[in-house]
């Protein structure tokens, strides 16, 4: 039988779940495995979250013990500033999202800068650049908590390899001892086995992919069989015939 939540234990890199469904997550804490929580204002869109801090306060109510990130969600600096202070206020164990940028394109360095010197845990989203990663370096306070999350599956999705720029970053970022790499935007089960390999600290996983799980290290006969069968039975089930 396959084992793979002994696999699970050996990894180095710790899997946060991504995601804005609260029964799911709630489901996913009490399994254990799971070392942290991810959202954005667009899972919550697509989980029909209507009420932000209602949903993030239920949340918090029983997980209390890992981290969570929760997104500002203005444009202009000033008021995410004011955001951000707000949503530090929910926990200890809550990290800031604040993405790399604002829809002009401006950099996000000075609130960055400020945040990190007052000693809020930070997550910083939406990089896909090393240039962005050495920026942030510079803004944040060395003692604070900063989560780096690069959108790797993103910068897959333009044919580049993600991996050289992963490991690239874990260079970089090993100069800052509470700073640590994010592999983001996770398109397949293998990222999880690239970012532990390229020494990703944390990867960002979506409920549909935590799903197959099951399926790590499965023989490979075994796998194929199961696949044969599938389509055996699906092509039963609508009735086929040809001759």
Not at 90 to 119: C, H, M, Q, R
Not at 208 to 237: G, Q
Request: aromatic share 10%; proline share 2%.
């Amino acid at each position: 039988m396959n084992n793979y939540k002994e696999f699970l234990r050996k990894l180095k890199i710790k899997i946060f779940a991504d995601g804005a469904n609260i029964d799911e997550m709630l489901k996913l804490y009490k399994e254990g495995y799971i070392k942290g929580f991810t959202t954005n204002p667009s899972l919550m869109k697509k989980d029909g979250v209507s009420d932000y801090v209602k949903f993030a306060k239920e949340l918090l109510e029983v997980i209390k013990d890992l981290p969570i990130s929760f997104e500002v969600f203005s444009d202009d600096f000033y008021t995410m500033e004011k955001e951000a202070r707000l949503i530090h206020s929910w926990g200890s164990n809550v990290y800031v999202k604040i993405p790399i940028t604002n829809t002009n394109g401006e950099f996000s360095y000075d609130l960055i800068k400020k945040l990190s010197a007052d000693g809020i845990s930070l997550n910083i989203t939406a990089i896909l650049t090393i240039g962005q990663v050495k920026k942030i370096l510079s803004a944040l306070e060395p003692s604070s908590r900063t989560i780096i999350s690069i959108f790797a599956g993103r910068i897959a999705d333009t044919g580049r390899d993600p991996v050289p720029y992963m490991i690239e970053a874990k260079k970089i970022i090993k100069e800052n001892s509470n700073a640590e790499l994010l592999w983001a935007s996770s398109r397949e089960l293998l990222n999880l086995i690239q970012a532990e390999n390229c020494g990703c600290d944390i990867i960002t996983i979506t409920n549909d992919i935590l799903k197959k799980l099951h399926l790590l290290n499965k023989d490979l006969n075994e796998l194929s069989l199961d696949t044969v069968k599938m389509f055996y039975n699906d092509a039963k089930s609508l009735g086929y015939n040809i001759i």
